[in-house]
């Protein structure tokens, strides 16, 4: 399994960022996807997660109404939306999937980094 992260940079505050998690080795449409963030002296926190279905969406703080996941079962791409960036969100951004086997695993991309600057 091999995600890998695109679509982070400079942004100013206000702005918007699509950032996609293209996979391989497993199907997303049998793999919870998270997106996780981690600042600078800070821990990695999770951002949002899209379970099964669009209605089992969900996500951490502030970014609900700023920020919406979404996969794309066809191209096996998962992106995040991210509109009225703030200082705050910058950040590495990590794409990760659980796939089960006979427990489940994590599998992680490399990560994108976003920073929110005038």
């Known amino acids: 399994v091999q995600l890998v992260e695109s679509g982070g940079g400079l942004v100013r505050p206000g702005g918007s960022l699509t950032l996609s998690c293209s996979v391989s080795?497993?199907?997303?449409?049998?793999?919870?996807t998270n997106w996780y963030r981690q600042a600078p002296g800070k821990e990695r926190e999770l951002v949002a997660h899209f379970g099964y279905t669009p209605e089992s969406t969900t996500y951490a703080g502030t970014e609900a109404g700023r920020f919406t996941i979404s996969n794309d079962y066809a191209k096996n791409v998962g992106d995040l939306q991210m509109n009225i960036l703030k200082s705050e969100d910058t950040a590495v951004y990590f794409c990760?999937?659980?796939?089960?086997?006979?427990?489940?695993?994590?599998?992680w991309g490399p990560g994108t980094q976003v920073t929110v600057s005038s």
């Open positions: 080795g497993v199907a997303l449409r049998q793999s919870p």
């Open positions: 990760n999937v659980k796939v089960f086997a006979t427990k489940w695993r994590d599998y």
